[in-house]
């Protein structure tokens, strides 16, 4: 048996489906301890995010990089980091602030993001962390292409 739960799907599927595209899509990568630090690739045209030097490369799906040992976004475009803030202000808290996982809720519910925007958690560390582990996100969105 097939269940669709595409458009053409009865009312529960329709629904179903269109609560999954107004959402970003999400993957969690966790590498195994000991390892050296991955090296993140755009899922959509293989473009390297950062080099070895910890420089933003980046292609035009690129939208945030944020390293949690850090504790900051090294890197973000001009209209997510506008849904950052206007995130801290709707909330009236900053980033430090709060929660991260919570944050980045408020972040995509204020941007207003869909599926188009896929966020890379990934897990990583035990090597030169000290077996600290360490979760940093990348996001990547492929309606975003040069014209």
């Known amino acids: 048996m097939i269940l669709d ?5 009865d009312e529960v599927g329709e629904k ?3 609560n ?10 966790q590498q195994p301890s000991g390892m050296d630090p991955p090296s993140i690739h755009c899922p ?10 910890g420089d933003v490369e980046g292609c035009i799906h690129l939208t945030f990089i ?9 890197f973000g475009t001009d209209d997510f980091m506008r849904m950052v803030k206007k995130a801290e202000k709707k909330s009236d808290f900053e980033f430090d602030d709060e929660d991260e996982d919570e944050f980045f809720e408020r ?10 925007l896929l966020v890379l958690y990934i897990t ?6 000290d077996q ?7 996001g990547f969105d492929i309606s975003r292409c040069e014209k």
């Open 20 to 29: 999954e595209i107004s959402k970003p899509q999400f993957a969690y990568i």
């Open 107 to 116: 972040i995509f519910e204020a941007g207003g993001y869909g599926s188009e």
């Open 44 to 53: 959509f045209c293989g473009t390297r995010a950062m080099n070895n030097g």
């Open 16 to 18: 179903m489906y269109e």
């Open 132 to 138: 600290i582990i360490i979760e940093d996100r990348y």
């Open 124 to 129: 990583h560390g035990g090597k030169a962390t």
């Open 66 to 74: 944020y390293l949690e040992l850090k504790e900051k976004f090294i």
């Open 5 to 9: 739960v595409g458009p053409e799907s």
